[in-house]
Structure formats: structure tokens, C-alpha cells
């Protein structure tokens, strides 16, 4: 791959990203200084959140693997994946105090325009009511779950808050300070570690699905060098309403424009899709950038039929990285031998026949 084109396609994938609107990261945050991202697990694996930007007014019933989840709006709709930013905004400044040995609690008090920057999001008159309107949808959203976390099974209701306080001046109706109070079940999996950092362009992701497929591959595919999961089992756990025909269009331009962060996602015949590292992918692009010729592709179609080759290119650069096997005299050659022998060993993908 040329530099031209390597910048051509950073830049489209720029374009699908909100703008970085506060790039120095000039941030205080509960005196806490820079934060690091974080995210509880188990929100990450399981769908609590809407994705829709309209209210929701639907009771949700989740059952994956003997994990039940039952999610219960109130009459201002479910909370969405963009509420759940206050969450993590509270998570992460935890997480730094408790790594820092300063004392914490469940109640994080705040600056508004803190958690508005914190999120990327616009410090205007329409930030400050968002804010508040997702702290009622936070507040008003009820959880019925066996799902465990610090080693409790929690099975009572709960909101995803315990509560919300935001304080003004009597003499001039000036807000002082914000504070949100976190649920047990959420503490709980503060103090038992159970959070992951994720990229601070997940902020920058504009759709909600974006949001959520970049969860789902931070929790599952982790610091491994990929994650194949079935589109059956990737509906279920988003918590996308859609068909799963609308899902895979849904999809489309996630893996086109490949402008998650940390993960690249590719279709893998008709039913399943999967996620790669890029550390990995980088780690084996600085081994010795190795450039296929056009012709190659088309060979390695009629090697391997109905598989993508760029999936198998992936996994072909992966084996070689993981292998540590030397840069081939013939790259080409050695591409298609690879597809040849995947195509021996896997036959078709499921489904093409």
C-alpha cells in the first residue's frame, strides 16, 4: 500500500468521526486531572442501552448463556448509548482516584462544561439540557438482572443511578455543581476491577450502533489478535431492533469506511463477522510493509471461493506475525499458497454453496 493511499484511506476514515472538538485535552475533572476512559463489563457485553435517539418507551428482555436482563423505561424512554457517557465519565474519575489511593465514593460531583468537553460534546445551551435529560432517562431506567458483578448476583430492581443533584444560586439561578450517585451494581464492579479502558475516540464515534459494535469488540475481542462472532449472536448482543438483514446493511459502512478505533471489522461469508486488532495488524505491517499485486487477488478468489480475501489476507499477515516467519521472497506466491491451504482445510464458508 502506497503513503498516498494509506493517508487517502486515514482521511476518509476521519471523516466518519465527529471532530475532536477539545484536542489538548485541557481537562479538570473532580480534581482529578487527565483521565483514562473506562467502561464496566458488563454493560459492555450485555445491551442496556438503546440505541435509538428517539424515546423508547419498550420494556427490553435480554437471555443470552443463563444471563437474564430484563430493562424497564420510564415514560421519558429508555437510556441511550450517548447517556451511558456520563456513566463512563464517572467511572473513569473513580477508577483514577482508586488507582491514585484518594478517596472515592459513589457520588461523583462535577462541573457540567467538565463532562460536556470529557465527552466531546458542544458546552452550548443544548449540551446543558442533553445533560439533564439524560440524567432523568439514567434515573428513570430500571434493570432486573442475574448478570453477576464484583461476585454478586444482584436480581432486585435497580436504577442505572441511585440518583441526581444539580445545585443553583438562589439569587441568580446560576447552576454551582452537578453530582451523580451511582447503583450498587455498577460500584460493585468498580471495586472488584471489572472495567476496561476503551479509546478516547470512542467519543467521536457519531452512531450509536458505531458506539456499541466498538464495545462489543473491546469486551470480546480484547487485546487478542481477532474475534469471529456470528451476525446472529452480534444482533442479539447489540441490542439492535432491526432485522438481521437490515443489521448486516447497518453494518456495511462500519466495515467499509474501517473507522472504529482499535478494531477493523470484515465480513466473513454470509452469516458472520469479524473483528482484528490494530496493534496486531500494525505490529505485523513494521515487520516489512508487504504490498499484493491487483492480479493476486483475483487469484486467490478462484483459490479460496466464497471467502473474502481480504479476511484471509488478514489472517494470512496474522500467521505470519505470529509465526514470526521471515518476509517471503515471493509474497504473492506465499498469499496464495496460504488461501490454498485455508480452502483445503475450511472448504466453503457456511452458507455458499
Not at 441511585?162 to 471495586?191: H, Q, Y
Not at 456499541?212 to 474475534?227: D, F, T
Amino acid at each position: 500500500m502506497s503513503a498516498h493511499l494509506e493517508t487517502t484511506e486515514q482521511q476518509m476514515r476521519e471523516k466518519q468521526l465527529l471532530p475532536d472538538r477539545y484536542p489538548n485535552g485541557e481537562l479538570f475533572l473532580c480534581d482529578l486531572g487527565d483521565v483514562v476512559l473506562k467502561d464496566d463489563t458488563a454493560s459492555m457485553e450485555h445491551p442496556i442501552f438503546a440505541l435509538s435517539t428517539k424515546p423508547d418507551t419498550r420494556v427490553r428482555e435480554y437471555d443470552h448463556k443463563g444471563n437474564t436482563v430484563t430493562i424497564t423505561p420510564s415514560v421519558k424512554g429508555l437510556a441511550t448509548i450517548h447517556d451511558k457517557d456520563i456513566l463512563i465519565f464517572a467511572i473513569s474519575q473513580i477508577m483514577e482516584a482508586k488507582n491514585r489511593g484518594l478517596p472515592y465514593s459513589k457520588e461523583v460531583s462535577f462541573n457540567a462544561n467538565d463532562f460536556l468537553r470529557f465527552a466531546n460534546r458542544m458546552t452550548n445551551g443544548r449540551g446543558y439540557l442533553g445533560l439533564k435529560e439524560a440524567l432523568t432517562r439514567l434515573r428513570g431506567t430500571t434493570i432486573q438482572t442475574n448478570i453477576l458483578t464484583g461476585g454478586q448476583e444482584q436480581t432486585d430492581t435497580f436504577g442505572l443511578i441511585d440518583k441526581s443533584r444539580i445545585r443553583r444560586r438562589m439569587r441568580d439561578g446560576t447552576v454551582t455543581d452537578w453530582s451523580v450517585t451511582l447503583c450498587d451494581w455498577l460500584f460493585n464492579a468498580i471495586e472488584a476491577n471489572e472495567v476496561l479502558t476503551i479509546h478516547k475516540n470512542y467519543f467521536r464515534l457519531r452512531k450509536p450502533l458505531e458506539r456499541r459494535i466498538y464495545e462489543l469488540a473491546r469486551k470480546h475481542c480484547g487485546a487478542q489478535k481477532s474475534w469471529k462472532v456470528s451476525l446472529d449472536v452480534l444482533l442479539k448482543k447489540s441490542g439492535s431492533q432491526s432485522s438481521k438483514k437490515k443489521f448486516k446493511q447497518l453494518l456495511k459502512p462500519i466495515v467499509d469506511y474501517d473507522h472504529l478505533p482499535d478494531y477493523s471489522v470484515s465480513f466473513e461469508g454470509k452469516d458472520h463477522v469479524v473483528f482484528f486488532n490494530r496493534r496486531f495488524i500494525e505490529a505485523t505491517v513494521t515487520t516489512g510493509r508487504i504490498v499484493l499485486q491487483t492480479e493476486t487477488y483475483t487469484k486467490a478468489r478462484n483459490t479460496a471461493p466464497g471467502w473474502d480475501i481480504y479476511v484471509l489476507e488478514q489472517h494470512w499477515r496474522g500467521w505470519m506475525q505470529e509465526k514470526q516467519k521471515a518476509r517471503p521472497q515471493n509474497p504473492d506466491k506465499a498469499f496464495i499458497g496460504f488461501c490454498r491451504s485455508w480452502y483445503k482445510k475450511n472448504g466453503k464458508p457456511a452458507g455458499v454453496y
